[in-house]
């Protein structure tokens, strides 16, 4: 199973949260990042997103037939999106499109060697892989990216 962990990209301040739309610089973002995305997945990569505009939007620049799943909003915590990514079991690829601190609690908790304090910055791509090693199988950081780097 490959996880991709893909942080919204850069937002408006303002309220209502949820309705945080992106910046101009974010749209810019999102589109380098979902360029990059779709050169690597599979074709059925299963996309799923956080309800809030900001995620949503991030989204819409890779694809348009994703799910949005509430269980990963704001706030979400670890076990309850890596249940709804279906890991380890899920055989292909997930794009988890959200929101930090979760990411990050997700790649440290998946990857205890990564800092706890480290931060998923904006626009960014984790991507985890599970991967059969001597004993079994193991989460393996495949790629980390930001979209200053594309």
């Keep these: 199973m490959d996880?991709?962990?893909w942080r919204h990209a850069e937002a408006e301040e303002?309220?209502?949260?949820a309705a945080r739309k992106l910046t101009t610089e974010g749209l810019n973002q999102a589109k380098?990042?979902?360029d990059w995305l779709k050169s690597k997945l599979p074709k059925d990569t299963k996309v799923i997103v956080s309800p809030t505009q900001r995620t949503q939007q991030t989204a819409m620049a890779l694809c348009s037939d994703f799910i949005t799943e509430a269980a990963i909003g704001p706030g979400a915590n670890v076990h309850d999106t890596l249940a709804v990514a279906g890991w380890p079991n899920f055989q292909g690829?997930?794009?988890i499109v959200g929101h930090q601190p979760t990411l990050r609690n997700v790649a440290s908790y998946l990857i205890p060697?990564?800092?706890?304090?480290l931060r998923v910055k904006k626009g960014s791509v984790w991507w985890i892989?599970?991967?059969k090693n001597k004993s079994g199988f193991?989460?393996?950081?495949?790629?980390?990216?930001?979209?200053e780097m594309l």
């Design 138 to 147: 193991e989460p393996v950081l495949h790629t980390v990216i930001y979209p």
């Design 113 to 117: 060697t990564i800092p706890a304090e």
């Design 129 to 131: 892989r599970y991967q």
């Design 14 to 17: 303002g309220f209502p949260d």
């Design 93 to 95: 690829a997930v794009v």
């Design 3 to 5: 996880l991709i962990l």
């Design 32 to 34: 380098c990042m979902s």
